[in-house]
């Protein structure tokens, strides 16, 4: 139905959901940020974290009020994070891009909770290095009832039990050999999750590209500073939306080569 509606409708849908995703980014940041540091999401309101002054709505609009207040707390004047207005753009711009994507329809909608998800647990990851369970198992049901819905639940379950459990295998294996840990028990949940949304060659793809970012990313922080930690789960939570948008069709190209 998307695909037929006139120019005009979907400009304004696609600014919408865009809009809509700013805001989901600011409420999924506050979670994830508060997650982190072992705080209630319903604590109060928002505060700056330079003066603890309570923000209000001027200050609490997603990313107009970043730029309006030019990066500072309006009460105390110190520098505001740009993650914030980093995370509400991220969120805006995949709810935009998702729609534009796959149009109105429960397909939109799945991979919707599944990269609100990811956005979240990367945020938590990113600061603390741990996976909340909560974030898997929110995308998980939500899988699988649709791909119940859909007749479709035993191929569904293949690839999750297939990567989920070779990278089990492959950790337990490096593990032993390296003797240290090489990947956390939330990769290994996280890429089983994933499985549950894409075939087997597309988790391929995904893990080829989770690597590429992975290993791009933490090249470049540790010309920053050498300590700084980039965990595994961020860049499969970037490959899993690179392919929900380009997957399918970079998979089906490639394999016309044969």
Known sequence: MFAYLPTYAKVYLAVLAFILGAFFGSAFHCLAFRMARGQKWSKGRSACVSCGHPLGGLD?????????????????????????????ATLGLVFMSLLLRFGLGMQ??????????????????????????????????VRTLQLIYE?????????????????????LLMDKILK??????GDIKLM?????????????????????????VASVLMKIQ?????????????????????????????????
């Open 192 to 216: 089983a999750v994933l499985g549950l949304y894409f075939t087997i060659p597309e988790c391929l793809f995904l893990l080829m590209v989770a690597c590429i970012v992975g290993i791009v």
């Open 180 to 185: 240290k840990d090489t990947m956390g028990g």
């Open 226 to 258: 050498d300590d700084t930690p980039f965990p595994f789960g961020p860049a499969l939570s970037i490959a899993a939306y690179i392919t929900l948008l380009f997957g399918s069709q970079i998979v089906g190209w490639y394999l016309s080569l044969f």
């Open 108 to 141: 939109t909608l799945s991979a919707l909770v599944l990269c609100c998800c990811l956005f979240c647990l990367s945020i938590v990851d990113l600061d603390i290095q741990i996976i909340p369970d909560r974030f898997l198992v929110i995308p998980a049901l």
């Open 60 to 88: 609490l609009v997603p990313i107009f009020s970043y730029l309006i207040l030019k990066g500072k707390c309006r009460h105390c004047g110190a520098p505001i994070s740009p993650r914030y207005v980093a995370a509400e």
């Open 151 to 171: 007749g479709r639940l035993l191929s569904g379950l293949l690839p999750a039990l297939i990567f989920g459990g070779g990278l089990l295998a492959l950790s």
